[in-house]
């Protein structure tokens, strides 16, 4: 099993869904998983420490694991089937470890409230994880920009100045 951890959630330009990144804690590898918005949200307002006025799913779920006695072992995403993702939330309870069946999102938001480690199985990270790109260089590292492309993106940097001016007049009001 490879531990990993939530590295950031990322929203789809072309659709409603979301994509959570998980990262390998020992290499420099992401494993995508799409997820749906009101997940990324449950994931987003956990990692954020957001504490919602009524309990939300995760949150309900997470208070009836405590209150049966029972702790969140750890997540494990153990299975991917025909580019769907399949997880686990091992649970213990009267010195037991017990196995429930769960979506990686949902799984991954009870992990991210209860402090339990996340598990993507081997062959999982294999098939599915990407890896940065070692020939994508930095935005740092890009070649200055010539007199000629300072010109022509001139108009652009017109255009942002003055949105930024509007702005303030719009606070000063």
């Known amino acids: 099993m490879i531990?990993?951890?939530?590295?950031?959630?990322?929203?789809?330009?072309?659709?409603?869904?979301?994509v959570v990144l998980l990262k390998d804690v020992n290499a420099e590898r992401y494993l995508p998983i799409w997820i749906g918005p009101f997940e990324a949200e449950a994931i987003a307002?956990?990692?954020?420490?957001?504490?919602p006025p009524r309990p939300m799913t995760h949150d309900l779920l997470k208070s009836m694991i405590m209150e049966l006695g029972a702790t969140v072992s750890y997540i494990f995403i153990h299975a991917l089937v025909d580019n769907t993702?399949?997880?686990?939330?091992?649970?213990?309870?009267?010195?037991?470890?017990?196995?429930?069946d769960s979506r990686p999102s949902?799984?991954?938001?009870?992990?991210?409230?209860?402090?339990?480690?996340?598990?993507?199985?081997?062959?999982?990270?294999?098939q599915a994880s990407i890896v940065?790109?070692?020939?994508?260089?930095?935005?740092?590292?890009?070649?200055?920009?010539?007199?000629e492309e300072e010109e022509h993106l001139s108009v652009f940097r017109d255009f942002l100045n003055s949105l930024d001016d509007s702005e303030e007049e719009q606070k000063d009001e």
């Open 132 to 147: 940065p790109s070692p020939e994508i260089e930095p935005v740092a590292s890009v070649e200055p920009v010539t007199p």
């Open 85 to 100: 993702f399949h997880g686990r939330v091992v649970v213990e309870i009267g010195g037991q470890q017990r196995e429930v």
């Open 3 to 18: 531990t990993a951890v939530v590295h950031s959630i990322r929203a789809s330009l072309l659709s409603n869904h979301r």
């Open 45 to 51: 307002m956990a990692l954020q420490h957001i504490e």
């Open 106 to 126: 949902d799984a991954i938001a009870l992990a991210v409230r209860c402090n339990a480690p996340i598990y993507v199985a081997e062959e999982v990270m294999a």
